[in-house]
């Protein structure tokens, strides 16, 4: 169902990536590198932290490349 690469979700959030976007200061992967993989397809593993933890790391991304939508409320 869901066929685009950079879209990624679980039960709980939703995480998108712009590739356009990324100016790729790798905070995401040394902020919560169990999520956001550097070398590893997929490279968003949703089950590497808890959706809060993701969400709070994703509100950091400096670029705007990463968004991040709960499912039951948006939050980006
Ligand atoms: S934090 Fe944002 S800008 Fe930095 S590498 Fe990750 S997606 Fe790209």
Not at 29 to 52: E, H, M, Y
Request: charged content about 15%; hydrophobic content about 40%.
């Amino acid at each position: 169902m869901n066929t685009d690469p950079n879209v990624f979700s679980n039960n709980e959030i939703t995480v998108t990536y712009n590739p356009h976007k990324c100016i790729n200061a790798e905070k995401c992967a040394k902020g919560l590198s169990a999520v956001f993989r550097q070398t590893v397809i997929p490279w968003i593993n949703l089950d590497g932290a808890p959706a809060c933890k993701i969400m709070a790391q994703v509100k950091k991304c400096p670029s705007g490349a990463l968004q991040c939508f709960n499912k039951k409320m948006q939050v980006a």
